[in-house]
């Protein structure tokens, strides 16, 4: 029997993009690279993922469009299953079960529920999404503090090969200190962080859909296009052809540094 990769995104801080940025990586996977992919949504109450579903359901119901448009593409969409933290992970050998390469989890916005542990046990990669601010950076260090004890390294019997924070929210115009003294602090803990950045644009919520995948060319804009080669990259390897005939080839972008500041003290000196 095939084994499913079992991909988790996680943060300790709602609203952090986690369940969108999921969306739009499972849609990616399955209807742009082939692959056979289900999504486990584990963050009650609001199951964000189920939510999406069930607005598009609706509009099949209603849009003939949309329905056209889910027929020419000839993919069934990926099921999205509803789990509680305790009875997460016989969800995720439910689904196991059925021969995916793919089964995506979204997980609560806290680390304090019961059952995270053992789920944390059966994943085998969490991704962090994380914004340029104190408070969220902070609670990213915390989690992946957190994180490094669930490893196969400290643990013989867990899953869990590694754990990645990774930018969101990127604002190119925005000062780039924040993210260089992060980058240097995150080398120093230790702390793995994904050369991809994710920007802050409406569209990645307005275009995010369960049944359809945002166009190659608008995730490559927003670099979520970036995100899902890097981990793609990471999980199944370099140079791997994907279901759909894609090879993945990721390469690290060298981003801008700031122009320094010029002060008074600088003038005097």
């Not at 369960?210 to 370099?238: A, Y």
Request: proline content about 6%; hydrophobic content about 40%.
């Amino acid at each position: 029997m095939k084994k499913p990769r079992v991909i988790a995104f996680a943060t300790q801080k709602g609203g952090a993009g986690k369940s969108t940025i999921g969306t739009h990586v499972a849609s990616a996977l399955c209807y742009l690279y082939g692959y056979k992919v289900a999504m486990l949504d584990c963050d009650y109450p609001q199951n964000t993922l189920h939510a999406y579903r069930n607005h598009e359901q609706q509009l099949l119901q209603s849009d003939v469009a949309f329905q056209e448009r889910l027929i020419k593409q000839g993919v069934t969409p990926y099921p999205i299953a509803i789990s509680s933290m305790e009875k997460a992970v016989d969800a995720i050998d439910t689904l196991a079960e059925k021969e995916y390469d793919f089964i995506l989890v979204d997980t609560p916005g806290t680390v304090n529920v019961s059952g995270l542990s053992e789920l944390l046990e059966r994943v085998e990669y969490i991704f962090l999404p994380m914004e340029p601010d104190m408070g969220t950076i902070a609670s990213t260090m915390s989690y992946m503090h957190i994180l490094g004890n669930f490893t196969q390294a400290q643990r013989p019997e867990s899953n869990l090969v590694g754990f990645y924070a990774f930018w969101n929210k990127f604002i190119k115009a925005e000062k780039r200190t924040v993210y260089i003294k992060t980058a240097d602090l995150f080398r120093e803990k230790g702390y793995p962080l994904l050369n991809s950045r994710v920007e802050s644009l409406v569209s990645i919520k307005d275009k995010r859909s369960t049944m359809f995948p945002m166009p190659e060319k608008e995730l490559g804009k927003l670099g979520l296009g970036s995100l899902i080669t890097e981990i793609l990259t990471l999980v199944v390897g370099q140079g791997t052809m994907t279901p759909s005939g894609k090879r993945l080839e990721f390469a690290p972008v060298e981003f801008e540094l700031p122009t320094p500041a010029v002060t008074l003290d600088d003038n005097a000196k």
